[in-house]
């Protein structure tokens, strides 16, 4: 059962069952990756089941994530996505359907080369200032962003999350939480950007005349932007640990945590069909 998250109350959600007439007319699935996805950095067995399941019914799944463009090189080739957005946007991982993927980027060769620098130096800044402050181990695969580790293998209070954001953001750059990581970057591709620009990219059609008609399903405060956008957005249930930092809350939330909340979500879809 998905539930509509009418208030962010901190004990839980008020939920009401989501009518399936409601995604009658879905064309698709967006979705974030980690615990969203995945649980403990691994793709979770009821998400697995449930990719399976769109894809054999022919509804195309794009994911848009926070790592990086090594890490998700694998999954975009073993997974039955139609794309991985990686970096929050900077970089499009496409299966060509002959064992390969095309990749491209949001941002031309040149702007990528001169940002590395800034890059640097922006981590080197939040390492000296911020205690216990780590890069992310996934930071070698990255190419346009740098990442904090704040709870994958590695852990930051909400005060540290806080310094490390206030950090990134003076130095100019754009600054979210996810899951596991604080991510920083230079640009202004984001999660909804990297939504707009696969419509085109995949279908040749606009994002915005059929938004609506599009699940987008997350877990964490990065998530925000794409919640406000999509009239169909989801939480999976442990989109609660953020409750006390969410600003924008998605329409419906899952009973189910990680990838059981995105198989309750597949599931809906699939019986609206």
């Not at 031309?108 to 080369?113: E, G, Y």
């Not at 596991?180 to 085109?200: D, E, R, Y």
Request: hydrophobic share 50%; charged share 15%.
């Amino acid at each position: 059962m998905i539930g509509s998250a009418s208030a962010p109350h901190l004990d839980g959600c008020q939920s009401q069952p989501l009518h399936t007439a409601a995604l009658a007319g879905v064309l698709g699935v967006m979705t974030d990756i980690d615990d969203t996805l995945t649980a403990d950095g691994r793709l979770d067995p009821p998400a697995a089941e449930a990719l399976a399941a769109l894809h054999a019914a022919g509804v195309p799944v794009i994911a848009i994530t926070g790592r990086p463009q090594g890490w998700s090189e694998p999954f975009a080739l073993q997974w039955p996505l139609r794309a991985i957005v990686a970096e929050n946007g900077a970089v499009a991982l496409i299966p060509d359907g002959r064992g390969g993927l095309q990749i491209e980027y949001a941002q031309d060769a040149a702007t990528r080369a001169a940002n590395a620098l800034r890059l640097q130096a922006a981590a080197a800044r939040v390492l000296r200032a911020v205690p216990g402050a780590r890069l992310a181990t996934d930071s070698p695969g990255r190419v346009t962003d740098i990442a904090i580790d704040h709870s994958e293998f590695n852990h930051l209070d909400d005060a540290a999350i806080a310094q490390v954001v206030a950090l990134l953001r003076e130095d100019g750059l754009t600054a979210t939480v996810s899951s596991i990581h604080v991510n920083g970057w230079f640009g202004t591709h984001t999660k909804l950007s990297a939504a707009h620009w696969m419509l085109q990219r995949l279908f040749g059609r606009a994002l915005a005349p059929e938004q609506h008609r599009w699940v987008y399903v997350g877990d964490s405060t990065n998530d925000q932007a794409m919640f406000g956008a999509f009239p169909l957005s989801v939480g999976v249930a442990n989109l609660m640990r953020f409750a006390p930092q969410l600003h924008t809350w998605p329409a419906f939330i899952t009973q189910g945590e990680r990838g059981a909340g995105f198989a309750e979500v597949a599931q809906a879809v699939l019986a609206a069909r």
